[in-house]
């Protein structure tokens, strides 16, 4: 019987940065999804149940952080590893991200090292 891959929700509305990360993670050997607004991204983290949710801030529709906030109040998600990216600064943001339950914080431009340790810490294996 196959082993199930990690299932890795991207969740990023700028698309060349998107195609990147999903690109990466493949590679790595995760089963990557990707969505570009936040709407969507609820949808699917209900539909799909992802491993990890790789969740950019400043998204259409629904923000990152309030995403990141309804996870963390239902029960079937609230252990639900996230790793907030934005390419705000601001201490703020940061904060914000905490407050609203994230694992991890990266700053963008981040190096996709930086990530795939994110990504592999949040899943066990690091």
Same mark, same amino acid.
């Given at each position: ?39 969507? &991204?609820?949808?699917?983290? *209900? ?7 790789? $969740? ?5 529709? #629904?923000? @990152? ?36 339950? &994230?694992?991890?914080?990266? *700053? ?7 990530? $795939? ?5 949040? #899943?066990? @294996?690091?």
């Amino acid at each position: 019987m196959a082993e199930r891959k990690t299932k890795v929700l991207v969740v990023e509305d700028d698309v060349d940065t998107s195609d990147n990360i999903k690109a990466r993670l493949q590679k790595e050997g995760y089963d990557t999804l990707t969505c570009y607004d936040g709407l969507r &991204a609820l949808e699917m983290i *209900r539909h799909e149940s992802p491993d990890v949710v790789v $969740l950019d801030i400043m998204i259409p529709g #629904v923000p @990152g952080h309030h995403i990141c906030r309804l996870l963390k109040f239902d029960e079937r998600f609230q252990n639900l590893p996230i790793i907030v990216v934005t390419g705000r600064s601001d201490t703020e943001y940061r904060q914000m991200a905490e407050k609203a339950g &994230a694992s991890r914080f990266l *700053r963008k431009p981040f190096e996709m090292s930086q990530l $795939l340790e994110a990504v592999a810490a949040a #899943v066990g @294996g690091a």
